[in-house]
C-alpha cells in the first residue's frame, strides 16, 4: 500500500493533490473548503485577515488625506478671512473720512446760505441786489 502511493505520488506532477492515504498532499489550508468547480466557496481565515488588514490600510490613508485636505481648507479660510478684515477696516476708515468730509461740507453750505440770506435781506432792494455773488456760489 505504501509502495503505491510514493509511486503515485512520485510518477504525479507537482501541481496534481492526490488524495492519498497520508493526507498531506491532498490537504488544503484548515478551515477551508476545497475548490468546487474552480470557485472558492468561502474564503479562507488567511483571506479574510488579509483583506481586513488592506481595509484598515485604505481606511488609515484615506482618514490621513481627509486630515490633510481640512487642515488646508481651514488654512485658506483663515487667509480668506484675515483678507476680509483688513478690506473692512479700509472701508470703515474711508466710511469715516467720507463722513467727516459730508459733515465739513454742510456746515460750510449752512454758514454759506446762512451769509447770503443775511446779505440779500438786509439790502435796499436795488436793480439785481447781490445776484452775482448767489450764481457764483450756486455754480461751485
Known amino acids: 500500500m505504501g509502495g503505491a502511493s510514493a509511486s503515485a505520488s512520485s510518477g504525479a506532477g507537482a501541481d496534481e493533490r492526490p488524495k492519498g492515504e497520508d493526507g498531506k498532499q491532498g490537504q488544503v489550508a484548515a478551515g477551508a473548503q476545497p475548490p468546487a ?3 472558492k466557496r468561502g474564503r ?13 490600510l485604505r481606511n488609515r490613508v484615506s482618514a490621513q488625506q481627509a486630515r490633510e485636505r481640512k487642515k ?9 478671512a484675515k483678507g476680509l478684515e483688513l478690506r473692512n477696516a479700509e472701508l470703515e476708515q474711508r466710511v469715516s473720512t467720507l463722513q467727516n468730509e459730508n459733515n465739513t461740507l454742510r456746515q460750510i453750505l449752512k454758514n454759506t ?3 447770503a440770506s443775511k446779505r440779500s435781506g438786509g439790502g435796499a432792494g436795488g436793480k439785481g441786489g447781490d445776484g452775482g455773488k448767489k450764481h457764483h456760489l450756486a455754480k461751485s
Open 37 to 39: 468547480g474552480g470557485k
Open 44 to 56: 479562507t481565515a488567511g483571506d479574510k485577515e488579509q483583506n481586513r488588514l488592506k481595509r484598515l
Open 72 to 80: 488646508a481648507y481651514l488654512t485658506e479660510l483663515e487667509a480668506k
Open 113 to 115: 446760505t446762512a451769509h
